[in-house]
């Protein structure tokens, strides 16, 4: 069955970083576009980056342009998302997502084709 399995989350005062992975499996991975969506307490889903099936061309949310790196590895069914310069508004469950359509905008995990069950990534002041 499709599995999509984020790791990597934790806790981690402003300033510091945390890489994100998604193993994935139970489809064709480098067929498919990926994201990464957060969803704070009390907030909705919020798209944060996303890539294509190819990993030539990635996409930033404003609020992590220049301090997330998204990348894949479809030898290894891998996403992954470097996060730098961590700030307090970047707590949030992390998802990973997986569609065949590219999509840059937020909306509901229910509108991708395959999510994951997240991580939790807190940044203190």
């Known amino acids: 069955q499709v599995q999509l399995v984020e790791s990597g989350g934790g806790s981690v005062q402003a300033g510091g970083s945390l890489r994100l992975s998604c193993a994935a499996s139970g489809f064709t991975f480098s067929n498919y576009f990926l994201y990464w969506v957060r969803q704070a307490p009390g907030k909705g889903l919020e798209w944060v980056s996303g890539i294509t099936s190819g990993g030539s061309y990635t996409a930033y949310a404003d609020s992590v342009k220049g301090r997330f790196t998204i990348s894949r590895d479809n030898a290894k069914n891998t996403l992954f998302l470097q996060m730098n310069s961590l700030k307090p508004e970047d707590t949030a469950m992390y998802y990973c997502?997986?569609?065949?359509?590219?999509?840059?905008?937020?909306?509901?995990?229910?509108?991708?084709?395959?999510w994951g069950q997240g991580t939790q990534v807190t940044v203190s002041s």
């Open positions: 997502a997986a569609d065949l359509r590219w999509r840059a905008m937020s909306g509901q995990l229910s509108e991708y084709k395959y």
